[in-house]
């Protein structure tokens, strides 16, 4: 069973920064493919970002967010620069029980309890 405690999510200005973190525990994390997804208020979970053996992003995040890991420390990052107003949701770390990236929600096994991130404009 993996564990995720996701970290780091607070209240910035529009085109401002913030660095998600989600520790993972109980499982193999160089095995585990990663993925942050988020959800706003009245809205569906949407994929954002995901790593394993390729990284992927949401079309809306592109060239802004950057997903890394490191597997030394069980960690996935998401770096979110040139933050939006619309980029305020709960986010959440997820990890499959294989490798590969995958960018549906349903492809993933464990998730953690969501980090709030909110940008004002």
């Known amino acids: 069973q993996v564990q995720l405690v996701e970290s780091g999510g607070g209240l910035v200005q529009a085109g401002g920064s913030l660095r998600l973190s989600c520790v993972a525990s109980?499982?193999?994390?160089?095995?585990?493919?990663m993925g942050w997804f988020r959800q706003a208020p009245g809205k569906e979970r949407e994929f954002v970002a995901a790593?394993?053996?390729?990284?992927y992003y949401a079309d809306s995040v592109k060239g802004r967010f950057t997903i890394s890991r490191d597997n030394a420390k069980n960690t996935v990052y998401l770096q979110m620069n040139s933050l939006k107003p619309e980029d305020t949701a709960v986010y959440y770390c997820?990890?499959?029980?294989?490798?590969?990236?995958?960018?549906?929600?349903?492809?993933?096994?464990?998730w953690g309890q969501g980090t709030q991130v909110t940008v004002s404009s």
């Open positions: 997820a990890a499959r029980a294989a490798i590969l990236a995958k960018t549906k929600s349903g492809d993933y096994a464990y």
């Open positions: 790593i394993g053996g390729t990284t």
């Open positions: 109980g499982g193999t994390f160089s095995r585990n493919g």
